[in-house]
Nanobody, 120 residues
């Protein structure tokens, strides 16, 4: 059973920082591409950042230069360092893992989410 468990959310003032963590199973961290998504109240879930098993990263334009995604395959952990937080970053943040096999079959898994609130 694949499990992804997020932690690190909370309340932070604008301009502050938070570091989110996602713990997963070894099988996931060997071969899956990992992502952080977020969903703000009343909005659709959106991709924040992604990282391949080899470490290649990509970011939404809204977080470039402020957020950093990392993964530690040996410890089966993924992180999202969020700096210079803005009120627009308030959302539930989700850890996501995905793998598309050569047959076209896709597997993906979601964590339960962790709340981030940016407010003074």
């Amino acid at each position: 059973q694949v499990q992804l468990v997020e932690s690190g959310g909370g309340l932070v003032q604008p301009g502050g920082s938070l570091r989110l963590s996602c713990a997963g199973s070894p099988r996931i961290f060997r071969t899956y591409e990992m992502h952080w998504y977020r969903q703000a109240p009343g909005k659709q879930r959106e991709l924040v950042a992604g990282i391949t098993s080899g470490g290649t990263t990509n970011y939404a334009d809204s977080v470039k230069g402020r957020f950093t995604i990392e993964r530690d395959n040996a410890r089966t952990m993924m992180y999202l360092q969020m700096n210079n937080l803005e009120s627009e970053d308030t959302a539930v943040y989700y850890c996501h893992a995905e793998r598309i096999f050569s047959t076209g079959v896709k597997y993906n898994y979601w964590g339960q989410g962790t709340h981030v609130t940016v407010s003074s």
